[in-house]
T-cell receptor, first 114, second 113 residues
């Protein structure tokens, strides 16, 4: 596609539920990144994929968070047993090779845990 | 730990004036820096970048200055327009973390007509 697409754009879920957030990167982009942005803050790194593998998952806050990219294109961020503190905008970005080549963000998924 | 911070949370300028947004970074090993613009409800949008082997880089109406001695980054916007109103973030990359950007908290730029 023309840009990074994230679905859904908004998600409201109850505390304790499981959610999946989807990211469709720009076609052909080998690298994919997930960030989390809380209100009034800058984006915070979660995980980075190079192809199908997670090259750096040091930003995942705990084992409730998991992300996959099975075919090296679409990625899914999965959150188990959601907590109110997980409420944030989850941003996805992709790049063709190193991030210095250009790092394009999607519009994000706004997750609200009630 | 690592942090990238911005000096002012909000900057208000008159349309047509020049804007300067500042950023301090703490990791002297960072080798790449980016300025992003974020409008409400949208993801960050790339404005301009600079590598650590440069002091200055110019784009269309924007200039980024890097002072490695004091670990300071600035974004200058010439002839600020109402469409420039947004939150601006600086971000840095450490060469040991090739896929990770560290963002500051952001500065809100308000352009008065």
């Amino acid at each position: 596609g023309a840009g990074v697409s994230q679905t859904p754009s908004n998600k409201v879920t109850e505390k304790g539920k499981y959610v999946e957030l989807r990211c469709d990167p720009i076609s052909g982009h080998t690298a994919l990144y997930w960030y989390r942005q809380s209100l009034g803050q800058g984006p915070e790194f979660l995980i980075y994929f190079q192809g199908t593998g997670a090259a750096d998952d040091s930003g995942l806050p705990n084992d409730r968070f998991f992300a996959v990219r099975p075919e090296g294109s679409v990625s899914t961020l999965k959150i188990q047993r959601t907590e109110r503190g997980d409420s944030a905008v989850y941003l996805c970005a992709s790049s063709l090779g190193p991030l210095e080549n250009g790092y394009t963000f999607g519009s994000g998924t706004r997750l609200t845990v009630v | 730990g690592e942090s990238v911070g911005l000096h002012l949370p909000t900057l208000s300028v008159q349309e047509g004036d020049n804007s300067i947004i500042n950023c301090a970074y703490s990791n002297s090993a960072s080798d790449y820096f980016i300025w992003y613009k974020q409008e409400s409800g949208k993801g960050p949008q790339f404005i301009i970048d600079i590598r650590s082997n440069m002091d200055k880089r110019q784009g269309q109406r924007v200039t980024v200055l890097l002072n490695k001695t004091v670990k300071h980054l600035s974004l200058q916007i010439a002839a600020t327009q109402p469409g420039d109103s947004a939150v601006y973030f600086c971000a840095e990359k450490n060469p040991s973390n090739t896929g990770k950007l560290i963002f500051g908290q952001g500065t809100t730029l308000q352009v008065k007509p």
